[in-house]
């Protein structure tokens, strides 16, 4: 990790991946001042080699409306995991926000569903994969409209010293020295940069010949060689499979043509958007994301060194309205941590997709009762960092969805939904959510979790049709049987204590007759889903967690009449 401790980065701003400081502050920082110096230097020489700027600006006409909408520079200096220094200049790009709607700007990255998907299938089939970043992405694309970027202070100095003919355009402005300058290409920070990366790349991918797929537009395939080619992207990080390692070289070599020396990396071990991914070669794939664990618990500041047994308590769902606001401090640690868990919940540890999805709820209104609760979850996941998520398909034509709603379990009754999707070996995606509107019965909460969560179901379906697999069996297990003959029949099989659940609550009926699912009735004890509506404890909590991070098929709960 950083050899610079959470102390001496008081200025610090935690985010999901790096701790980072104003480069400004970093400069004149005694332990990192000469690194951040250097490291700002190179990135702004990086900033002249690519021509992210030009000078083509009449400086003396510039307005003041023209100073009031010209972004300015952001320059950070980042520490990372391995005590590096890196620099990294971007722009401030809010006031764009009153001309750019956002829909002109937003930007597509591959959704974790279909990450885990494509990784799946790549080890069911033995495929080769491969992980590529492209070296300052953003840059290879151009700038569309005309964005001016104001200059001063330290800014101003490095961009001089590395383009020194900038002098002769400084000005006096308002007692500050002052240069503007052309965005010429899409840096990070402007609204339309991530968007006009993303239209590059996918169109360099369409040309090489791939086809997108229509439930993704972050995820390509090509058929080269009689096999399928499978390209998923987050923004500049790109994870590739295929049955041929020179295949994957071909591709990779023509990506380069295009955008320069890629970092690659190749084998059955690879880093992706923090998660650690190992294809041992027996079909099945697994996720260890301990370093964000580490991390996170070094931002909670704390004591971690208690056992417990399980992520949460039953009171994990109570909230004591005696109980004192976090101060400030506590309060900016307690939202850093809960985001960073977030990520570690829906990627690499579902086993605590439970308590983080309640802290979620409190990030605005944090207590000293959620950070006992917060402090529990570091505790269990401490204690069980080694632990890695598996997922394998046992069989890729079956899929299996659980699920399940705990009734009036919140503070203002409102229930909470849990649902889980598998192929037999672990799960692909997990759901932990509090309802949003107040049930009458389990049953109608048991219905309306159906609606909240089987969308999912029916995208892993439609995103795998188009991937070239195709289903036949899709189950999805429930443990009301109210509830399964409500949504096998619809208004059929409603009551008078059920007549006022929406229609909307029955599209579900319709997937039953189209034979796109099929309903099945297992015990409560079996119901998987059960996980993620309310905090469970002792043998029932490890039983359902050795299945759902993949250490025992879901066959093993067959065995012993559970489903």
């Known amino acids: 990790g950083s050899p610079y401790t ?238 041929s390692d020179s295949v994957i070289d071909d591709v990779i070599n023509e990506i380069e043509a295009k955008f320069g020396k890629m ?25 260890n994301m301990k370093e964000y664990i580490e991390e996170a618990a070094e931002v909670f500041g704390e004591d971690l060194s208690k056992k417990v047994s399980t992520p949460a308590n039953r009171d994990l769902f109570e909230e004591d309205e005696k109980t004192v606001p976090l101060d400030e401090d506590r309060a900016v640690r307690f939202r850093s941590v809960v985001m960073k868990l977030q990520w570690v919940a829906e990627r690499g540890r579902p086993d605590v997709r439970l308590p983080i999805a309640y802290l979620t709820t409190r990030m605005t209104k944090s207590t000293t009762q959620d950070w006992r609760k917060l402090r529990r979850v570091l505790l269990f996941l401490l204690q069980t960092i080694d632990d890695d998520r598996v997922i394998g398909m046992e069989d890729i034509e079956v899929l299996h969805t659980w699920i399940d709603a705990s009734y009036a379990v919140h503070p203002d009754m409102k229930s909470h939904t849990g649902g889980c999707i598998s192929y037999g070996l672990g799960i692909i995606d997990s759901g932990s959510m509090k309802q949003k509107l107040n049930s009458k019965s389990s049953t109608e909460s048991e219905v309306v979790g159906t609606s909240d969560y089987l969308s999912r179901t029916i995208w892993v379906k439609m995103f795998l049709e188009e991937q070239g697999y195709n289903l036949k069996k899709n189950i999805l297990y429930q443990d009301n049987q109210s509830a399964i003959r409500l949504e096998k029949n619809g208004r059929m099989s409603c009551g008078q204590k059920s007549k006022h659940i929406n229609i909307r609550f029955f599209w579900v009926t319709d997937r039953v007759k189209n034979d796109d699912l099929t309903i099945e009735y297992c015990p409560t004890e079996s119901m998987l889903a059960d996980f993620f509506t309310k905090p469970l404890q002792g043998a029932v909590f490890h039983k359902f967690r050795e299945v759902i991070m993949g250490w025992k098929p879901i066959s093993s709960l067959r065995k012993v009449g559970l489903i």
């Not at 010429?184 to 006009?196: H, V």
């Open 6 to 243: 959470i102390e001496q980065l008081a200025d610090a701003t935690y985010t999901h991946v790096l701790t980072q400081m104003m480069a400004h502050k970093a400069i004149k920082d005694e332990n990192i001042g000469a690194d951040a110096a250097a490291a700002m230097l190179a990135e702004y020489v990086q900033l002249r080699d690519k021509r992210v700027y030009s000078d083509d600006v009449d400086q003396d006409a510039i307005t003041d409306e023209d100073d009031r909408m010209a972004l300015n520079p952001i320059d950070l200096v980042k520490l990372k995991r391995d005590g590096r220094v890196k620099g990294r200049s971007c722009v401030d790009g809010r006031p764009q926000r009153e001309h750019i709607p956002k829909e002109q700007c937003a930007s597509p990255t591959i959704a974790n569903n279909s990450l885990m998907l494509i990784m799946s299938v790549a080890a069911k089939e033995r495929r080769k994969v491969a992980t590529a970043d492209v070296a300052g992405a953003y840059l290879h694309a151009d700038m569309d409209d005309f964005v001016l970027v104001k200059f001063t202070g330290t800014a101003l100095d490095l961009m001089c010293k590395v383009n020194p003919e900038y002098k002769k355009l400084i000005q006096i402005r308002n007692g500050k020295r002052v240069t503007y300058l052309r965005l010429a290409k899409a840096l990070y920070g402007c609204l339309k940069s991530a968007l006009l990366w993303y239209k590059l790349f996918k169109g360099t991918l369409e040309d090489m010949g791939f086809k997108l797929n229509k439930y993704d537009p972050c995820v390509a395939n090509k058929k080269i060689k009689g096999k399928q080619f499978t390209i998923g992207w987050w923004v500049d990080d790109n994870a590739m499979t295929h049955d």
């Open 263 to 287: 970092t690659v990396t190749r084998g059955d071990r690879h880093t992706f958007l923090g998660m650690n991914f190992h294809f041992p070669g027996d079909g099945k794939v697994s996720i």
